[in-house]
């Protein structure tokens, strides 16, 4: 696969990934060129045999995330006050308030939410990862990626209320 076919096969996840855990526009915005500027960099030398391609390219996109945590020493999600929606040229006035009121109460509750559970969170959601891909990145046992998955599931059904999930 060329670097073109994988920017535009896995953009769109990276820097979905990059924004649910940051929440700031322009950050995601930011970083998202810095991985894949250092994808462009260490695509020559990717063994395919070593590890998968999906693993290796959120493994740089999570390093660099926390690359930007030290350097700013920003723990945890900035504030919700920083998120701004861009309404779509399309969509009314009313479903784009809609929707930008379901989002803040959304990052809201995730920001209630521990930064271990944000992330398992972040990757099953936005990565789509399953509990075992998961589990293989983070080091933790898959049964464990489960436990903390339901549970996080659950104190957000706790925060919104069951209809909002």
Do not use: C
């Amino acid at each position: 696969m060329s670097f073109e076919e994988l920017y535009d096969k896995y953009f769109a996840r990276i820097y979905n990934y990059l924004r649910y855990r940051l929440i700031e526009r322009g950050a995601a915005d930011d970083l998202v060129s810095v991985v894949f500027e250092k994808v462009l960099d260490k695509y020559g030398s990717f063994d395919p045999e070593r590890h998968g391609l999906e693993p290796w390219l959120f493994a740089i996109a999570r390093n660099t995330l926390n690359d930007y945590f030290r350097r700013r020493k920003v723990r945890g999600w900035l504030s919700i006050t920083d998120h701004e929606d861009n309404i779509a040229s399309a969509e009314s006035v009313e479903a784009a308030a809609q929707r930008s009121e379901e989002n803040a109460m959304l990052l809201g509750a995730l920001a209630k939410l521990s930064e271990p559970e944000r992330e398992l969170i972040a990757m099953k959601f936005t990565l789509e990862m399953t509990n075992r891909d998961i589990a293989a990145e983070t080091g933790l046992g898959e049964s464990n990626v489960a436990v903390i998955l339901f549970r996080a599931m659950k104190k957000l059904r706790e925060i919104l209320g069951p209809e909002s999930l």
